[in-house]
């Protein structure tokens, strides 16, 4: 069970943006971490824009799941782990990342466009926390607003997506993405197609 990265962004009305970002990739290969990190970006913000205010969902993308938790307030927090993680964890630390944001971060800085300035390294110590769901399942356990709200999960990152959207495009047209991130990507893409492997 791996945690990959925790998110913590803002839901604007046409667009999110990423206000603090951390990561753990230690399990992947040096050079794999930089296109890593480019696609956690990119799915972070893609998933937060088709996720409705209030909502909670996790997503699977090739051997991660994306857990996404959009507040009424329009703060967002994504979390990237592999299958075997929890859901219900997931969602418990997401709800707990983004009440300690909310009470160091002040509203006007989430409106901004830009990274926030307070929060550092949190996220780290976050993931650290949480990395054994075993330990962390039986504090989650005492979270019972998080059982009777429910969880959408999807099979697919294009059930989430509108209607007539594909991936693919949204790759080609992201200027978040290196052309070496979307050429990593359109191979995995085929690779995963043919031979049902993973991109990780």
Same mark, same amino acid.
């Given at each position: 069970?791996?945690?990959?990265?925790?998110?913590?962004?803002?839901? +604007? #009305?046409?667009?999110?943006?990423?206000?603090?970002? *951390?990561?753990?990739? $230690?399990?992947?290969?040096?050079?794999?971490? *930089?296109?890593?990190? #480019?696609?956690? $970006?990119? $799915?972070?913000?893609?998933?937060?824009?088709?996720?409705? &205010? +209030?909502?909670?969902?996790? !997503?699977?993308?090739?051997?991660?799941?994306?857990?996404?938790?959009?507040? *009424?307030?329009?703060?967002?927090? !994504? /979390?990237?782990? #592999?299958?075997?993680?929890?859901?219900? &964890?997931?969602? @418990?630390?997401?709800?707990? /990342?983004?009440?300690?944001?909310?009470?160091? &971060?002040?509203?006007?800085?989430?409106? %901004?466009?830009?990274?926030?300035?307070?929060?550092?390294?949190?996220?780290? !110590?976050?993931?650290?926390?949480?990395?054994?769901? %075993?330990?962390?399942?039986?504090?989650?356990?005492?979270?019972?607003?998080? #059982?009777?709200?429910?969880?959408?999960?999807?099979?697919?990152?294009?059930?989430?997506?509108?209607?007539?959207?594909?991936?693919?495009?949204? &790759?080609?047209?992201?200027?978040?993405?290196?052309?070496?991130?979307?050429?990593?990507?359109?191979?995995?893409?085929? @690779?995963?197609?043919?031979?049902? $492997?993973?991109?990780?």
């Amino acid at each position: 069970m791996k945690l990959l990265s925790a998110l913590v962004l803002y839901k +604007g #009305d046409s667009s999110a943006h990423i206000l603090k970002a *951390g990561y753990d990739l $230690t399990s992947l290969s040096y050079f794999q971490r *930089g296109t890593a990190q #480019d696609f956690i $970006t990119f $799915t972070s913000k893609i998933l937060v824009e088709r996720t409705g &205010v +209030g909502a909670r969902q996790s !997503v699977k993308e090739a051997e991660y799941m994306c857990h996404v938790f959009v507040r *009424g307030d329009n703060l967002a927090g !994504v /979390i990237m782990s #592999d299958h075997e993680y929890p859901p219900r &964890v997931a969602h @418990t630390m997401l709800t707990r /990342i983004m009440e300690d944001f909310a009470g160091q &971060v002040t509203p006007a800085e989430w409106t %901004s466009g830009s990274l926030a300035g307070g929060f550092a390294g949190q996220l780290e !110590v976050y993931l650290g926390k949480f990395q054994d769901p %075993s330990k962390s399942d039986s504090m989650s356990r005492l979270q019972t607003d998080l #059982d009777e709200t429910k969880i959408v999960l999807h099979n697919t990152i294009e059930a989430v997506l509108q209607r007539g959207e594909k991936l693919d495009d949204l &790759v080609d047209k992201s200027e978040a993405l290196s052309m070496q991130s979307k050429a990593f990507y359109k191979t995995a893409r085929k @690779t995963n197609s043919c031979c049902g $492997t993973s991109w990780g």
